[in-house]
């Protein structure tokens, strides 16, 4: 990668290049998960009193592969993945990183790691080399050696800001730095843990671009956590998805997105008291014909609209009914106010969940087809979509004084 | 020192991140780089290092520990000099609150406010996340307090020394002096670090100046402890604090191995109790 020392690279860079090389570049072969797998986990479990932040989680990952855990703040990401970094021990089950055991050698698994932690841990005080140089001493480099890595990791900071105050440092570029400090001492595994919450989307962009980076070109695995869905889409091979401590499921993001199907219908009911002005408004945007051609209704479009209308659980209820029975839907599921409709073909499904609806004068407030995200998966396994907490970034405080989320 | 590197365990497969050279890189230009672990001392000297050199980012948080003791002297001295004539001291005034000018400069300053602010930032955690030595951590704090101790305490001795006290022990009884209370600003340091460390919170380490109070105030700081009556005079006999005032009252005089002993029992005894509540809140905060 050549310097991107200016923000305004780092955009052009970052938005164009990212999603190419995320794709184009992630090795489909990535070697599955064996005996020597660089993170191994068996019935990973953390209580905190009574809470069971993280229960029973396993997990393997390739040397070379990129995991990302995505789940929404409070789901267990960031225990497992302080675990995982020797700073938390399990209550019960154990896991190796690198081939050492987290609990018994732990002192291996440190010299094995870099870690970026959630809260950016910084010192304001020092300048960017400074910070770098003492991060090098603590692993043991020799000055020669500490001068070399600054010079290797420097494509990732902003160079010119390198001996200024930390503290005067843009969130993004402090994440960056952070995750050279990471580096500086190359190692084999990354923990990336949340790296770019909070961040404006060029940061994000230049951060992704580091990730794939490291990940096409020298090999390195990497976990990653993430509540963004597009952050795991766009840089894992695999992701596992986590709630409430549970790793719900796990597969490279097209395998798990194809659980849902390839097309999604989402029907949106309207609140209040429904009745046949509700359907009006679907039928006042062109009727069953209107809906029904492909080029009416696009990947994302909005097919329908009623003004007002009714809804509520029964409605709701009676909508799943309706649909459930209708050819070429694979999958129905209610969500508050919303109905997803699995398919295979959103084309052709649409126009007759749009005339289901109406036939059955339940109010719609809108109809959309799109293409299932992790997001959908999300929903599907937990019943939630996941929100997320931008300011997450400092993590919670739990009964041991440890960041947790 | 022991130097374990986990490449020499893991058969040099170094992953190479940027620049490293990538894997089956040689020559010395590009020998694969990684971690090891170094030892005590090489681990001390680093977090020393880092300690020192923060310290001059950090003087709006030292300045202020300079002016109130000399503040206090200069006042005391003003107001009570001409007093404690009729009271037969054995001292002149300003020799007599000389060491109590000296043991308030230097109790309770520490790096603790900075440490506290490690753990709360998380930078703690990244320490934690190195291979460093975990002892070092915290004795590598004492590098610089060691520095702040003396920067305080030899203006404060100065200008005693500028104001006429002189020490009949000569050179020696002055560096007796200055390393009594280092020693004795160190050994108490513990008690705010064990605050930082157990808590986290930057406003329990500042607050730990309470107990400063009546360890130093609850003793002969104003008179002799024999001119002392009542409730005051049986809590200052108690009162370790007291016997290190006296200690140092007496290099002023002559020296006192008798005093000096007690004054080195005290540090001593002081110190134990708070290094152990130190360590102990080290420990804690450092096993996973």
Redesign the interface.
Known sequence: ?GGTTDGAGVLRRGLDIVPTVMSSQRSPEVDRPNGDASIVARGLTRHFGEVRAVDGVDLEVAP?EVYGFLGPNGAGKTTITR?L?????PSAGGATV??FDI?RE???V??????T?Q????????TGR?LLR??G?????TRG?VE??I???S??LDVAAIDRRIGTYSGGMKRRLDVA?S?I??????FLDEPTTGLDPVSRAAVWEQVA??RS?????IFLTTQYLEEADALADRVGIIDEGLLRAEGHPEELKRRIGTDVIVVRLAEGIGGAEGIGGVEGVGGAEGVGGAEGVGSDGEVGRSGDGGGGQGTVARAVAVLEGLPGASGVEAHGHEVTVATEDGAATISPVAVALSGADLPVMDIALRRPTLDDVFLDLTGRHIVVDEDAGGGGEDAT???ES | MSETSIRERTGGSGSGSPGSGGRGSSGPDHAPIGARQMGFWHDLFAVGHRAVILLPRDMAAIIPALIVPIFFYAVTIGALQDVAAFANIGLEYKAFQLPLALVMTVTGISRAHALVLDVQGGYFDRLLLTPVNRWSLLLGMFVADTIVLLFLSLPVLALGLGLGVRFATGAAGIITFVAIITVWGLAYTGFPYAIALRTGNPTAVNNSFLLFFPLVFLTPAWMPRDALTGWLAAIATWNPVTYIIEGLRTLVIGWDGVALGKTLAAVGGIGAVSQYLAFSALKRRTTP
């Open positions: 990668m070379g675990m970094c020797t700073l938390l021990r690198g081939g609990v732990a002192g291996q440190r010299l094995a790691i870099g870690v932690l809260e950016g841990a910084l010192d304001d005080k020092l400074e003492l991060q001493r603590f692993y043991g480099l050696e070399r890595r010079s290797e990791v494509p990732i400090a580096l001492h190359n190692p084999r595994i990354l980076r490291l070109e020298f090999g390195m695995t004084g440890r960041g």
